[in-house]
């Protein structure tokens, strides 16, 4: 992996911007917890992946209805389980599986108050990456959002200060991504950098240019043979015509 690549991806490790864990995984318990009580989860724990279920999916199979105990998992996590376990049950093992979504939970889920996940990873990191950034003079960012979860798409798509912004140089290949407030410091930073890569991309657009040119040359010369061959045949046709008059 390249020192940009390495760049790239210690940063969303940094900020906890994985697009997986944020769009699709259940959520995560310590994160929850921070501002609701264990007895508010209970019965929305996934079956599969033990952490607060990510838009609900209750098992309805009749094997285990008289099990005394909620039956819901995740429907991201259900849906991986039934890819490699096709014919079975996160509950019990047996054919012919059953589940809904389960509406009264996920509004339950929905209103449960909570902070920021992009900001809970970032204070959730090692303490020496911590460290690293601050002897390097990194200024931390914060995000102090408390609301309801089903509040967090539209803070983390249009509010979030910890969200990642891709460089302007991404279409000259530069990977790096982050917070608003960064950028300006980065294409600063990097302006040599940046320059290389735009006269790299220029060098190579030229050569794909000079590439198809002669392609197209090529083309054009090999037309020209054939137009001057079909001439040579027309011409001796009409010769041998004549000399046999």
């Not at 040119?213 to 137009?227: H, L, R, S, Y």
């Amino acid at each position: 992996m390249s020192n940009i690549e390495n760049e790239k991806t210690s940063k969303e490790l940094e900020l906890g911007v994985s697009l997986v864990s944020l769009e699709n995984s259940c959520f995560s318990r310590e994160w929850i917890l921070q501002l609701n009580q264990q007895e508010q989860i209970n019965h929305f724990i996934c079956l599969i992946c033990k952490q607060v279920a990510r838009n609900p999916i209750e098992m309805d199979c009749a094997q285990h209805q008289d099990l005394n105990e909620s039956l819901i998992v995740g429907a991201n996590c259900l849906k991986q389980f039934l890819s490699t376990n096709p014919d079975s049950c996160p509950v019990q093992p047996h054919n012919c599986c059953l589940y809904s979504p389960n509406r009264a939970a996920q509004l339950h889920i929905g209103d449960l108050r909570v902070t920021c996940p992009r900001q809970f990873r970032q204070d959730s990191q090692i303490t020496t990456q911590r460290q690293q950034s601050e002897e390097e003079g990194d200024e931390k960012i914060a995000c102090d959002f408390k609301g309801k979860i089903k509040e967090l798409n539209e803070h983390l798509d249009n509010f979030c200060p910890l969200k990642l912004f891709d460089c302007w140089y991404k279409p000259f290949g530069c990977v790096h991504a982050c917070p608003k407030q960064k950028l300006k410091q980065h294409l600063i930073l990097k302006l040599k950098f940046h320059f290389d890569l735009v006269v790299k991309f220029v060098n190579s657009l030229k050569q794909t240019i000079q590439f198809h040119q002669a392609t197209t040359n090529n083309k054009k010369i090999k037309q020209d043979e054939i137009t001057q061959l079909r001439l040579q045949v027309e011409f001796n046709e009409k010769k041998n015509e004549e000399n046999k008059i």
